[in-house]
């Protein structure tokens, strides 16, 4: 699964990892046990978690009935069924999130969209410090498809998981495509035989793994530090009765 170099950044590293927590949700179209094209590149990002004692939690989300809304808990608004809150626990225990979509048409999968309106459900919720709750949580994605779109993709992926309080790090997303049209996807094999499609792109390895250890790096600098400092963040500032009506003079 890991290259020679990805390897050998994992046995040279001296950070511990140990005490952080990654979720990874593969947003594929596909139900258990078809394969995915998506799964097998967040497979190296899964493998160099845990090469570093990070505790890793995978989730298919099409595998669970995920209803639509922008509610913590659908059942809650006239929905018989709804497996999110479960999710939930793992989104909110995870120091790192790694979302994965495929692209169709251009854009994340459906399964993706509604991922990022649940997690939207909980953006009014807040930690011990009046903060947003996903404030301290670092995010990342991966994308695959046949299709142009990697960047565009990324973009509104991350745009998401920013706007709700995550901390996005530098080369906080990776991809792989293959040529326009129909053809063979990531990680399918080849037709002489020889290897699997993409495993070999450097640029895709080289930015999953970028986007991996900023991942672990940017967690770990926010566990140390406590999270993010709570001066002028915090929803408790802004709540009835304690909003400042006319600017403090000594702020001048």
């Not at 709570?230 to 929803?235: P, Q």
Request: glycine share 10%; proline share 5%; hydrophobic share 35%.
């Amino acid at each position: 699964m890991l290259d020679p170099t990805q390897e050998r950044l994992c046995d040279e590293n001296r950070t511990d990892f140990s005490d952080l927590k990654a979720l990874t949700i593969n947003c594929t179209l596909k139900k258990s046990p078809e394969g995915s094209h998506t799964d097998k590149l967040l497979g190296v990002t899964e493998a160099i978690l845990v090469r570093n004692s990070v505790s890793l939690e995978q989730v298919r989300l099409v595998d669970h009935d995920i209803a639509p809304g922008v509610y913590p808990d659908m059942t809650e608004h006239r929905v018989e069924k709804d497996d999110w809150p479960t999710i939930w626990e793992r989104v909110r225990e995870a120091d790192i999130l790694v979302i994965g979509t495929p692209i169709w048409l251009g854009e994340k999968s459906s399964v993706c969209q509604r991922l990022i309106e649940r997690l939207y459900a909980h953006s009014g919720q807040t930690n011990d410090k009046g903060q947003y709750v996903f404030y301290g949580k670092v995010g990342g994605c991966i994308v695959t498809g046949n299709e142009d779109g990697i960047k565009h993709v990324g973009m509104g992926v991350l745009y998401s998981l920013q706007h709700v309080g995550y901390t996005i790090p530098p080369q906080a997303d990776a991809g792989w495509i293959g040529e326009a049209g129909p053809g063979p996807s990531y990680g399918d094999a080849r037709e002489d035989g020889e290897g699997y499609v993409g495993f070999d792109n450097d640029f895709t390895r080289r930015n999953t793994t970028f986007m991996t250890w900023n991942l672990m790096h940017m967690a770990r600098m926010l566990k140390d530090a406590g999270g993010i400092p709570a001066h002028g963040n915090s929803v408790d500032l802004w709540k009835e009765g304690r909003r400042f009506d006319a600017p403090n003079p000594d702020y001048r």
